[in-house]
């Protein structure tokens, strides 16, 4: 009961708050150079108009940044990208010759590098390595720290110039590529982040520069490990057998670092990527049930207040409640489904501890624990699960490998309907609004009239590229996970029997889409892995952009014809239903032939006898 | 393109230093300030200033080894950990490990053959102290599971996900009241005392699950056997 009371205070805290960050967003997207509204613009924007004089923006009569067309807005993007994409590659890979690094790490191996470059550049940050072991503070700050901010930043300001498109009538710009990169970093993003990460700290989550902390064990611990010789082979006793020593660990290293600071703009960009290897399920990086909800509240809180920017933008409210709707209406069943599936616990731990027949205490906790923590419990972990995959957030804060078939089936689908309810910040939208056009376009065709969005008429060229940006995705999943059970080096899994071919399935949904969360048991750092979803990462984000901003650009274009008795609404209940069927139709034909052979097959096995 | 290129190095030189240097600072600075115990690890420390472990951070009591059991039969278990090479490993950088999850899936042997033996060594720290599980009931027949008097909580033999888990449920304390009592000639009452003392309830009565610190917990134990040997 409390569980589902979680759920419910989430989901109205959420949508609360999307009309007064969606209308804050519309204003800033919209607005003129230096000004922002609550004051912003008088804080910060002084370094606004100082960036724009640096990089060469003009701005017009009117003090507004000077607009291109979509080609010149792409290949802006582009560069932007391809620049953090080397800066965080040579972090990596220089790191041991780089201050900020008191641990004293070595250089990231390369492929691992690309891997890891690809995954921050483009808003996955799926991550192959661990993150107390492998980066050091500086190349966590300046590198992926950076991308964090920078990579949302690039899906706001593709989404602002596709909103410009829709609103616009027979107008050759979308916007100023740099300007809305300045704008969406300096008054969205960073107080945002300023005000999580301060909120974080103050439960507990650490934001340090000192080294890691040695601390004494109240019980020593002791291991064996096998005795080798210089050149790494295993010494053998007479006998044959290996010979081993007994290693006694008297101390516990706490591993800290600059952490809340990073995870603030990991969960508001959904970008996902932990400061520690397992992410917001580690005590410094979550460690209270406060933490823990406004870290799944910044999931989702962008994408879907970007919802209300989209309709403040266009002129007309509706269309963004609509967009809302639809995306409210495929998460909050699959959320509570979450919840449930892993409420119920898995019968076959529950046979080995007695939970039903034998007397329990009341209040013992129930359903399925193995990669939970304890303070979460079921249901802060089922939201979380479901919130991060429906957003192309990625963080987690439970072991998504360990859920029962059904409650790990969810997360996963959520990916492959295409992150796009909610999505990531700004790509989730516009990812949603290329679904929106192929729902006209349906629609269209049943009544017989041609299709018109928002009043523009919907052609081949937009058709193409749509399907284009809702096409990509699926065949990177499909096609990924074809070649990698197809070949030896695909099997680095740790779980046997369909299981392990969840797991990658769960990569290369979790790629192709860029989410960035894993099935974490499949060894993913292997050249192989590193490569393919490197790849898989890379053709998802920039994909989709360069169809979408050519959208932007066809539809600014155009003229608007006005309403008539044979215009489709695009705000009513019907075409909600109409636009959820077309997402979950194209998710369900695509995925549920993969989906029966992983996590539905494992159902069948546990339940069966 | 080259006129894009130059907008786009210095606008991510800029906002490099803004997002990367000066923002990560900031906060630094102003947690350094204003949070100065809970920025730097939440870290204990004993009377003579020593650092003895992390309040955040969970240290390993209990085992999955029956044979070792009966030696830790005093100390409060928390959530068994999948770190390596020891359990709860926060960071061994020689070894390349830290926080990790055990990642079995929930139709993998292993997971089910953990969960055994970190109920055989739960059974076994509860028979040094003369302490049976066992149902006596006439009807009780069947398996070993389905003759157990009382059900383990279920956090007490699952892997936690960070392997760090510093908490367990109030269910799993209570459960393991009986045995800290006996061996360390305890009433019941006074262990149950210590354990509300470090039980947190729900943030705001609904946030999260009540969870009880299991280091505080055991040191507070410590501390009070310390105070009460005889000199």
């Given at each position: 009961?409390?569980?589902?009371?979680?759920?419910?205070?989430?989901?109205?805290?959420?949508?609360?708050?999307?009309?007064?960050?969606?209308?804050?967003?519309?204003?800033?997207?919209?607005?003129?150079?230096g000004e922002a509204p609550l004051g912003l613009g008088r804080a910060l924007g002084w370094l606004e108009r100082g960036v724009y004089a640096l990089c060469g923006v003009k701005t017009d009569a009117d003090r507004r940044p000077v607009e291109t067309g979509w080609k010149p807005y792409a290949a802006g993007i582009l560069i932007f990208n391809a620049i953090g994409f080397l800066a965080v590659y040579?972090?990596?890979?220089?790191?041991?010759?780089?201050?900020?690094?008191?641990?004293?790490?070595?250089?990231?191996?390369?492929?691992?590098?690309?891997?890891?470059?690809?995954?921050?550049?483009?808003?996955?940050?799926?991550?192959?390595?661990?993150?107390?072991?492998?980066?050091?503070?500086?190349?966590?700050?300046?590198?992926?720290?950076?991308?964090?901010?920078?990579?949302?930043?690039?899906?706001?300001?593709?989404?602002?110039?596709?909103?410009?498109?829709?609103?616009?009538?027979?107008?050759?710009?979308?916007?100023?590529?740099?300007?809305?990169?300045?704008?969406?970093?300096?008054?969205?993003?960073?107080?945002?982040?300023?005000?999580?990460?301060?909120?974080?700290?103050?439960?507990?989550?650490?934001?340090?520069?000192?080294?890691?902390?040695?601390?004494?064990?109240?019980?020593?611990?002791?291991?064996?490990?096998?005795?080798?010789?210089d050149a790494g082979d295993t010494l053998k006793n007479p006998d044959g057998s290996d010979q081993t020593r007994t290693v006694q660990v008297t101390e516990q290293t706490i591993a800290l670092g600059p952490a809340a600071s990073q995870i603030a703009i990991k969960q508001l960009g959904t970008n996902g990527g932990g400061f520690f290897n397992v992410n917001s399920a580690h005590p410094l990086e979550?460690?209270?049930?406060?933490?823990?909800?406004?870290?799944?509240?910044?999931?989702?809180?962008?994408?879907?207040?970007?919802?209300?920017?989209?309709?403040?933008?266009?002129?007309?409210?509706?269309?963004?409640?609509?967009?809302?709707?639809?995306?409210?209406?495929?998460?909050?069943?699959?959320?509570?489904?979450?919840?449930?599936?892993?409420?119920?616990?898995?019968?076959?731990?529950?046979?080995?501890?007695?939970?039903?027949?034998?007397?329990?205490?009341?209040?013992?906790?129930?359903?399925?624990?193995?990669?939970?923590?304890?303070?979460?419990?079921?249901?802060?972990?089922?939201?979380?699960?479901?919130?991060?995959?429906?957003?192309?957030?990625?963080?987690?804060?439970?072991?998504?490998?360990?859920?029962?078939?059904?409650?790990?089936?969810?997360?996963?689908?959520?990916?492959?309907?295409?992150?796009?309810?909610?999505?990531?910040?700004?790509?989730?939208?516009?990812?949603?609004?290329?679904?929106?056009?192929?729902?006209?376009?349906?629609?269209?065709?049943?009544?017989?009239?041609?299709?018109?969005?928002?009043?523009?008429?919907?052609?081949?060229?937009?058709?193409?590229?749509?399907?284009?940006?809702?096409?990509?995705?699926?065949?990177?999943?499909?096609?990924?996970?074809?070649?990698?059970?197809?070949?030896?080096?695909?099997?680095?899994?740790?779980?046997?029997?369909?299981?392990?071919?969840?797991?990658?399935?769960?990569?290369?949904?979790?790629?192709?889409?860029?989410?960035?969360?894993?099935?974490?048991?499949?060894?993913?750092?292997?050249?192989?892995?590193?490569?393919?979803?490197?790849?898989?990462?890379?053709?998802?984000?920039?994909?989709?952009?360069?169809?979408?901003?050519?959208?932007?650009?066809?539809?600014?274009?155009?003229?608007?014809?006005?309403?008539?008795?044979?215009?489709?609404?695009?705000?009513?209940?019907?075409?909600?239903?109409?636009?959820?069927?077309?997402?979950?139709?194209?998710?369900?034909?695509?995925?549920?032939?993969?989906?029966?052979?992983?996590?539905?097959?494992?159902?069948?096995?546990?339940?069966?006898? | 393109?080259?006129?894009?290129?130059?907008?786009?190095?210095?606008?991510?030189?800029?906002?490099?230093?803004?997002?990367?240097?000066?923002?990560?600072?900031?906060?630094?600075?102003?947690?350094?300030?204003?949070?100065?115990?809970?920025?730097?690890?939440?870290?204990?420390?004993?009377?003579?200033?020593?650092?003895?472990?992390?309040?955040?951070?969970?240290?390993?009591?209990?085992?999955?080894?029956?044979?070792?059991?009966?030696?830790?039969?005093?100390?409060?278990?928390?959530?068994?950990?999948?770190?390596?090479?020891?359990?709860?490993?926060?960071?061994?950088?020689?070894?390349?490990?830290?926080?990790?999850?055990?990642?079995?899936?929930?139709?993998?042997?292993?997971?089910?053959?953990?969960?055994?033996?970190?109920?055989?060594?739960?059974?076994?720290?509860?028979?040094?102290?003369?302490?049976?599980?066992?149902?006596?009931?006439?009807?009780?027949?069947?398996?070993?599971?389905?003759?157990?008097?009382?059900?383990?909580?279920?956090?007490?033999?699952?892997?936690?996900?960070?392997?760090?888990?510093?908490?367990?449920?109030?269910?799993?304390?209570?459960?393991?009241?009986?045995?800290?009592?006996?061996?360390?000639?305890?009433?019941?009452?006074?262990?149950?005392?210590?354990?509300?003392?470090?039980?947190?309830?729900?943030?705001?009565?609904?946030?999260?699950?009540?969870?009880?610190?299991?280091?505080?917990?055991?040191?507070?134990?410590?501390?009070?056997?310390?105070?009460?040997?005889?000199?």
């Amino acid at each position: 009961m409390n569980g589902v009371l979680q759920l419910v205070i989430y989901l109205a805290v959420l949508v609360a708050l999307v009309k007064p960050l969606g209308w804050f967003m519309a204003r800033v997207l919209e607005g003129k150079a230096g000004e922002a509204p609550l004051g912003l613009g008088r804080a910060l924007g002084w370094l606004e108009r100082g960036v724009y004089a640096l990089c060469g923006v003009k701005t017009d009569a009117d003090r507004r940044p000077v607009e291109t067309g979509w080609k010149p807005y792409a290949a802006g993007i582009l560069i932007f990208n391809a620049i953090g994409f080397l800066a965080v590659y040579a972090l990596q890979r220089l790191q041991h010759t780089l201050p900020g690094n008191p641990a004293g790490l070595g250089a990231v191996e390369a492929r691992s590098a690309f891997n890891t470059a690809v995954s921050f550049a483009t808003n996955t940050n799926w991550q192959g390595y661990g993150g107390e072991t492998t980066m050091s503070y500086l190349t966590q700050m300046l590198g992926l720290g950076v991308q964090n901010f920078l990579s949302a930043a690039t899906g706001i300001a593709v989404l602002a110039a596709l909103i410009r498109g829709l609103a616009r009538r027979s107008s050759s710009t979308i916007g100023n590529c740099w300007a809305d990169l300045t704008r969406v970093t300096l008054y969205i993003l960073l107080p945002l982040s300023m005000l999580l990460a301060l909120a974080l700290v103050s439960q507990g989550v650490v934001q340090t520069f000192r080294e890691p902390a040695k601390v004494a064990l109240t019980v020593p611990l002791s291991y064996s490990e096998p005795v080798k010789n210089d050149a790494g082979d295993t010494l053998k006793n007479p006998d044959g057998s290996d010979q081993t020593r007994t290693v006694q660990v008297t101390e516990q290293t706490i591993a800290l670092g600059p952490a809340a600071s990073q995870i603030a703009i990991k969960q508001l960009g959904t970008n996902g990527g932990g400061f520690f290897n397992v992410n917001s399920a580690h005590p410094l990086e979550n460690p209270t049930a406060l933490s823990d909800f406004l870290q799944v509240l910044a999931i989702l809180l962008i994408p879907a207040a970007l919802c209300w920017t989209f309709g403040e933008m266009v002129r007309d409210r509706r269309q963004g409640w609509a967009v809302l709707a639809a995306m409210l209406a495929i998460f909050v069943p699959l959320l509570f489904a979450t919840y449930a599936l892993e409420a119920a616990g898995n019968p076959r731990i529950d046979a080995i501890v007695a939970h039903g027949d034998s007397a329990s205490a009341p209040d013992a906790p129930a359903g399925n624990l193995e990669g939970k923590e304890a303070r979460f419990g079921v249901a802060a972990s089922a939201r979380w699960a479901a919130a991060t995959t429906a957003a192309s957030n990625g963080s987690v804060n439970s072991m998504h490998d360990s859920y029962t078939p059904l409650g790990g089936l969810i997360p996963m689908w959520l990916m492959q309907l295409g992150e796009v309810v909610f999505g990531g910040v700004g790509s989730g939208l516009y990812g949603m609004l290329m679904f929106v056009i192929v729902a006209v376009f349906v629609a269209g065709l049943m009544v017989g009239r041609a299709p018109e969005y928002l009043g523009k008429k919907i052609e081949p060229f937009e058709m193409k590229m749509a399907a284009i940006a809702v096409l990509v995705p699926c065949a990177l999943v499909l096609v990924g996970t074809a070649v990698a059970v197809a070949i030896p080096e695909g099997y680095t899994t740790s779980n046997p029997g369909p299981h392990g071919f969840s797991q990658i399935l769960y990569a290369f949904s979790s790629a192709g889409n860029n989410n960035g969360s894993a099935f974490a048991g499949l060894t993913a750092n292997t050249p192989f892995y590193n490569i393919a979803l490197g790849l898989a990462m890379w053709f998802s984000r920039y994909w989709i952009i360069v169809p979408v901003l050519a959208v932007a650009g066809s539809l600014a274009a155009k003229r608007v014809t006005p309403t008539s008795s044979g215009t489709l609404p695009t705000h009513t209940p019907v075409f909600v239903v109409m636009l959820v069927a077309v997402v979950i139709i194209v998710g369900a034909l695509t995925f549920v032939p993969a989906l029966a052979l992983g996590p539905v097959v494992e159902h069948l096995q546990l339940v069966g006898k | 393109m080259l006129t894009q290129l130059r907008p786009a190095l210095v606008l991510f030189t800029i906002l490099s230093v803004i997002t990367g240097v000066i923002y990560p600072l900031a906060i630094t600075g102003i947690a350094q300030v204003a949070f100065q115990g809970k920025a730097n690890g939440s870290i204990l420390a004993d009377t003579a200033g020593k650092p003895i472990g992390s309040a955040l951070v969970g240290q390993e009591f209990g085992t999955s080894d029956p044979a070792a059991a009966p030696a830790l039969a005093k100390w409060f278990w928390g959530r068994p950990s999948a770190t390596g090479p020891v359990p709860c490993t926060a960071l061994n950088l020689d070894k390349a490990t830290g926080s990790s999850g055990s990642n079995l899936g929930p139709t993998n042997p292993a997971l089910l053959d953990n969960i055994k033996a970190r109920l055989a060594a739960l059974d076994a720290a509860d028979a040094s102290v003369g302490i049976s599980r066992t149902s006596t009931a006439p009807g009780a027949t069947g398996s070993a599971a389905a003759r157990r008097a009382t059900a383990v909580p279920i956090d007490l033999v699952t892997a936690s996900a960070s392997g760090l888990d510093p908490h367990i449920s109030p269910a799993a304390a209570e459960y393991q009241v009986p045995r800290i009592a006996k061996a360390r000639r305890m009433t019941e009452d006074a262990v149950r005392d210590l354990v509300r003392r470090h039980t947190h309830s729900r943030t705001l009565g609904v946030l999260g699950e009540p969870v009880v610190n299991v280091l505080t917990l055991n040191l507070a134990l410590e501390q009070r056997a310390a105070s009460e040997s005889p000199r």
